[in-house]
């Protein structure tokens, strides 16, 4: 069982890619940030808007609403220029590869630690910080229902 499909580079695609990869990191930023409120806002209560108290409380706003925008941009700018091009992704039993013009990568399946099924792609976790998606709409039905089975065998519930 074995099959391949072209991945066109879609800038959107990679930025939910990171968006997902991101998602712990931005939730414990955002806790932080609500405790920065709280104490932001006990601060102004017991002794009046102070610049200490200010700057805590904006802080907080930063941690709650802004780093996952500046989070996710660093982490755009970060990438490599070879992963904006299109790509071939080969799956079998023994794992799946990504064949581009600038690089090639195969993994052994024994590597994804877990698989997330979303409604339109699911994403294959490596590790904390890496992660491949393999988009639905990209395949046919055959495909889809050879990719499920492969999964059912080589990887971990």
Request: net charge positive; hydrophobic share 50%; glycine share 4%.
């Amino acid at each position: 069982m074995e099959f391949s499909i072209d991945v066109p580079y879609d800038e959107q695609r990679m930025r939910r890619s990171l968006r997902f990869v991101l998602r712990r990191p931005v939730k414990k930023l955002r806790v932080a940030g609500v405790a920065m409120l709280a104490l932001g806002v006990l601060l102004v209560f017991l002794s009046g808007p102070t610049v200490t108290s200010v700057a805590v409380l904006v802080l907080g706003l930063v941690y709650v609403l802004a780093m996952e925008p500046i989070l996710l941009w660093q982490s755009t700018r970060a990438q490599n220029p070879a992963v904006r091009q299109d790509y071939r992704l080969t799956v079998d039993e023994a794992g799946f590869g990504m064949k581009a013009e600038g690089y090639e990568q195969r993994m052994a399946w024994s590597t994804v630690q877990r698989v997330e099924e979303e409604p339109d792609a699911w994403i294959l976790v490596l590790s904390k910080i890496q992660a491949a998606v393999v988009y639905k709409d990209l395949m046919t039905e055959e495909q889809r229902r050879t990719f499920v089975a492969i999964l059912a065998q080589r990887v971990p519930a």
